[in-house]
């Protein structure tokens, strides 16, 4: 490209992804971005106020990838809510620019990761998988912000947390420090440039990173209650049974019991003075007239037509409530093995993790959790052969049921859990459930499912449910990573500053390539696993590393003095128009 010109980069998609990530790229320098997506007048405004061109086109024609410059773009980003269109819409990319980058939204994983290995110069992504890690972290661990798996594509669950330096750290090495912890230390008190000689001050603000089963060993522990509730806990439980109304009980039910009642006491009376017995005499009477089955020892004076008339009434009616009966008894025991059946039983497990929805990002923080010595819960309105399949061979309980509904989070034992997550579809449906299940466990972490970041925000900061993600928060900065490096991982921030996660192979002299501030993380393995390192120095070629990268360099404000960096960045997409344009 030209010294002159800004790099072309063509985003595809019309919902919040999309407009993350073009917020992501805007605020690259020598970056020019278009959002291509047939007409939306208040999405095209969203586009422009995040910096970003909004084209009106059909990002699977000819026509309009041309209209949005695809003849010039380094790189387009498919990114809809339709995998077909987005593979359609990078194939023809490819066609008309031979040399431009693809970076793909994929729902199917299996399918992400063949087209990568077969399309030259590709980075797909599975949404659902990559977003499924860090609800799934935070789950686990509430003080982690962040979660990957590391090396990909199946590697442990690995995370950012914040820990607070206590007594066992405090006036220690941060070598010691890390060792203890099983942890990197990334950051004390915000600030990054630290060795491993440095002394951790006494309750200082650490940021660290680490495999989420070491984590978890220095996790501050959560209160479990007792086995016996106590009288505050009881009291509230019984006013929260109080405020649910009689509907409930059955209308048919309590009718039928007050008939029979009413008639079983008149009868009594009547005959106690008919008789001219005890009470007990007349009842004994009255209850084998009633069930037909009376053994002659007492019987009616045939002489008196109203004791024949009385009897005849309580035999006949007698017969009638007791098929009645039969037929209420077998209804509820046909009830009560049908939900049985269903999955709708009282748990007693304690410690457990409640899972409420199991679709594409419940599977995968399902298929991560089962890793960990936590039992599961699981509750979903309809579950599938496959995932009842899966409850029974893995043994954790699964729950057919509406999340949302007070009969339903009973059910939970949410007073002696570890965690709650809500991952529905539906943001609203999700804040229903973690506003439902801290009335029962204030003090239990929820981590919660929002799809579009700022309000994500919103209810983080008004309901104080701080561990609250945003789909498209967590997945847009991979996505503007991809663009550029094919290891991209994430974005977080932390003590002022941002940093990217990169994951590369070492070689072709990329530590040269780094900006100042850049520290090394961890060392895959052969045998799948990683280590955690300091640096890079004296690692073999081919290695696969993890690196957090400053974005500061990168920023359009960014200071001079990079330069060099952003000459680099440019050599990178030395390309040609394709011909024709």
């Given amino acids: 490209m030209p010294p002159d010109r800004d790099l072309l980069m063509i985003v595809v998609g019309g919902d919040a992804l999309a407009l993350s990530t073009a917020r992501e790229l805007s605020l690259l320098q020598g970056r020019r971005i278009v959002v291509l997506w047939p007409a939306d007048l208040e999405f095209a405004r969203a586009v422009e106020a995040v910096g970003a061109q909004f084209v009106a ?78 609800y799934a972290a935070a789950a686990l661990d509430p003080s982690c912000f962040r979660g990957l798996q590391f090396p990909q594509p199946n590697g442990p669950l690995t995370g950012f947390a914040v820990r607070t330096a206590a007594d066992r750290l405090s006036g220690h090495r941060v070598a010691e420090a890390e060792h203890a912890l099983g942890a990197r230390i990334v950051a004390i008190d915000g600030a990054t440039g630290i ?97 037909t089955t009376g053994f002659g020892d007492i019987f009616p004076d ?27 008894a077998a209804a509820r025991l046909t009830r009560a093995q049908w939900v049985r059946m269903q999955g709708l039983r009282p748990i007693h497990r304690r410690g457990h993790i409640v899972v409420c929805g199991s679709g594409s990002i419940g599977t995968g923080a399902i298929d991560l959790l089962l890793a960990f010595d936590k039992p599961l819960v699981v509750v979903e309105a309809n579950p599938d052969a496959a995932l009842v399949e899966r409850a029974r061979d893995r043994g954790f309980d699964l729950l057919t049921g509406d999340a949302s509904r007070d009969d339903t989070l009973d059910l939970c034992n949410l007073g002696a859990a570890h965690s709650l997550i809500a991952l529905t579809n539906v943001d609203t449906l999700n804040l229903e459930i973690a506003l439902g299940a801290r009335a029962r466990n204030p003090s239990m972490p929820v981590v919660l499912r929002i799809a579009e970041a700022t309000f994500a925000q919103s209810i983080a900061r008004h309901f104080d449910l701080q561990t609250t993600f945003s789909v498209a928060a967590l997945a ?106």
Avoid at 111 to 122: F, M, P, R, V
Avoid at 211 to 239: H, I, K, Y
Avoid at 535 to 543: C, E, P, Q, T
Avoid at 552 to 565: G, N, V
């Fill in 195 to 291: 060795g491993g000689d440095d002394v951790v001050p006494t309750g200082a603000e650490l940021v660290v990173y680490g495999r989420l089963d070491r984590l978890l060993a220095s996790t501050p522990r959560q209160s479990v209650p007792a086995d016996r509730p106590s009288v505050e806990q009881r009291l509230r439980r019984g006013l929260r049974r109080s405020d649910r109304p009689m509907h409930r009980l059955d209308p048919y039910l309590i009718g039928f019991v007050v008939t029979v009642m009413l008639l079983f006491a008149a009868g009594t009376w009547y005959f106690h003075g008919s008789f001219g017995t005890d009470w007990l005499t007349a009842a004994y009477f009255v209850m084998s007239t009633m069930t």
């Fill in 476 to 581: 847009g900065p991979v996505f503007a990573g991809l663009a550029h490096v094919p290891g991209a991982r994430g974005q977080i921030a932390f003590g002022g500053g941002e940093f990217a996660i990169i994951e590369t192979e070492l070689g072709d002299g990329i530590e040269e390539r780094l900006p100042p501030g850049s520290m090394a993380l961890a060392a895959g393995e052969e045998d799948g696993g990683f280590r955690l390192i300091a640096d890079i120095a004296g690692l073999d070629r081919g290695m696969r590393v993890l690196i957090l990268v400053p974005l500061a360099p990168f920023r359009r404000d960014a200071d001079e003095a990079f330069a060099p960096l952003r000459e680099w960045d440019r050599e990178r997409y030395a390309v040609t128009p394709a011909s024709g344009s």
């Fill in 302 to 328: 045939h002489s008196r037509a109203l004791d024949l008339w009385a009897t005849m009434v309580l035999m006949l009616l007698g017969t009638v409530f007791t098929g009645l009966f039969i037929v209420f």
């Fill in 57 to 134: 086109g059909r990002p699977d024609s000819r026509a309009g990838l041309e209209m949005a410059g695809v003849a010039e773009a380094v790189t387009i980003l498919a990114l809809s809510h339709n995998d077909q269109l987005n593979l359609q819409a990078a194939l023809r990319a490819r066609d008309a620019n031979p040399r431009i980058r693809i970076v793909l939204r994929q729902f199917n994983r299996t399918l992400a990761a063949k087209i990568e290995q077969n399309l030259a110069d590709c980075s797909v992504l599975s949404l659902a998988w990559h977003s499924a890690a860090t």
